[in-house]
């Protein structure tokens, strides 16, 4: 049996060059230095429900609140050592907001040879976030 390919998945994986860079990270990482991996995640408290149950041939009749609560987003990292830093927030995840927890709260908890592990969310990329990494070290 063999394994087919996803049509999704990446083609530079299997590139000779990426391949050598993936079995030497380990050499680039400082011996005291520690991983702090950083995710956000996102809850909504709208509580209504969207659909009913009824008996048969009966119809499920409610009514909902017209307000409706905005997303809550929790950013926040946890390092090797057992250190946490979060912010929560209300709505989405932007550049500005990720800089802002960056600076203020994530960055000072570090030392220069720490290493921030995120994943390949828009806003990491921004050149407002890129500059913020930069002006601490």
Not at 79 to 95: L, N, V
Request: glycine share 2%; with cysteine; aromatic share 6%.
């Amino acid at each position: 049996m063999s394994i087919k390919r996803s049509p999704c998945m990446l083609r530079n994986r299997s590139v000779p060059d990426v391949q050598q860079k993936r079995k030497n990270w380990e050499q680039l990482i400082p011996e005291n230095a520690a991983n702090s991996f950083l995710d956000e995640s996102g809850v909504n408290t709208n509580m209504i429900r969207h659909y009913a149950r009824a008996r048969k041939e009966k119809r499920a009749i409610d009514s909902t609140p017209v307000n409706t609560p905005t997303n809550t987003t929790i950013l926040s990292s946890v390092c090797i050592t057992g250190e946490t830093a979060y912010t929560i927030y209300q709505c989405g995840t932007t550049a500005e907001r990720f800089a802002e927890y960056l600076s203020s709260t994530l960055l000072p908890t570090l030392s220069e040879t720490d290493i921030i592990v995120m994943d390949n969310m828009r806003s990491h990329h921004a050149k407002i976030v890129k500059d913020c990494k930069r002006a601490t070290g």
